[in-house]
């Protein structure tokens, strides 16, 4: 007789393949691509006004911001300057930043 558990050890590497699927389209999905609108998140509890503030800052231009105060949706004055705006977030305390028209759904 076969036990449940053994079971479970069968699924085990189909299981991990297909997390490991989803988190790696989710990645290609919401990384920054040459677009210039971005969205970016900074740690939970953070003010809106201070993530507008640090955007700013980080040479970038806000536009709105998300459905939680941590979050600000931003443009940049061109691709050549994305990256280095990027940079500079991450520098400021930034947790992530990800592509702001493939993520507007989460953030409304």
């Known amino acids: ?11 085990l590497p189909a299981a991990m393949c297909l997390v ?25 509890g953070t003010s ?15 536009t709105g911001k998300g459905g939680f105060e941590n979050i600000a949706l931003f443009i940049v004055d061109d691709l050549d300057t994305q990256k280095q705006v990027i940079e500079n977030l991450y520098d400021l305390g930034a947790l ?7 993520s507007a759904g989460c953030f409304s």
């Open 1 to 11: 007789m076969k036990l449940q558990s053994e079971g479970l050890k069968e699924f």
């Open 96 to 102: 992530v930043v990800i592509d702001g028209i493939a």
């Open 20 to 44: 490991l699927s989803f988190i790696f389209l989710l990645i290609m999905n919401f990384t920054p691509n040459g677009k210039t609108e971005l969205a970016v998140i900074f740690p939970p």
């Open 48 to 62: 809106s006004e201070t993530v507008f503030l640090k955007t700013i800052e980080a040479g970038g231009y806000a």
